[in-house]
């Protein structure tokens, strides 16, 4: 099994920690929506909600800092792969049949263009939540003048809404993903996040070391 260092410490922190905050605001968001609208736990929730909330905007400022600052796995320039998707477009489109894609270490170009997505989305989603957060809780950093302006209220909660299942299915399909590499290619893509080594089928060499 070939291995090289791809993923240094600030990455994978600022992996885990938007991973682990957003995996609580769905949970919390959910528990909110069983109890009644005026309850006291119900309450307590959002309260945990909007901490957390808190909590995920500061990993997603640095970890957009670290896209530019960040070594080169670790930017935004590596998840973007023209000419790779390119090659999945046409590989698709065209009438014979192409090898699989070839791609240096870092991201899968598949995977990349859906991280660029869920990216976008961490963003709406942050920007949302903080104007509900003073319409709805007269908190945050938004004026206090906008508490209890409906204006936008409704679009705002359903574009939050549908980003959270989106961030959802996202979060379904990217498990699913690593637990078919584990298994089928037999390559500890978990590993990864614990030791900043990506892993690939073949011999080592002394350049993978590096």
Not at 44 to 61: A, E, P, Q, S, T
Not at 161 to 182: D, N
Request: hydrophobic residues 45%.
């Amino acid at each position: 099994m070939r291995k090289k260092y791809v993923y240094d410490l600030p990455t994978r922190i600022l992996h885990a920690g938007l991973g682990l905050s957003t995996l609580l605001l769905l949970l919390t968001a959910a528990l909110a929506h069983l109890f009644y609208e005026t309850g006291s736990i119900r309450h307590d929730l959002w309260m945990i909600h909007i901490y957390v909330g808190n909590i995920f905007l500061v990993f997603l400022l640095f970890r957009f800092v670290y896209f530019f600052i960040g070594p080169a796995h670790s930017r935004l320039s590596d998840l973007v792969k023209l000419n790779a998707w390119k090659a999945i477009v046409v590989s698709f489109c065209g009438k014979k049949a192409r090898g699989p894609v070839n791609w240096p270490w870092g991201h899968h170009p598949v995977a990349s263009f859906f991280y660029l997505g869920v990216y976008a989305a961490f963003m709406i989603m942050g920007l949302t939540g903080i104007i509900l957060t003073r319409i709805q809780f007269d908190q945050g950093l938004v004026p206090e003048k906008y508490y209890d302006d409906l204006t936008w209220f409704i679009e705002l909660l359903r574009t939050h809404e549908y980003i959270a299942w989106g961030l959802l299915g996202f979060t379904f399909m990217h498990l699913s993903a690593l637990f078919y590499h584990r298994i089928k290619d037999k390559v500890p893509v978990f590993e990864s996040m614990k030791s900043g080594y990506q892993y690939r089928p073949g011999a080592n060499n002394e350049e993978d070391q590096n």
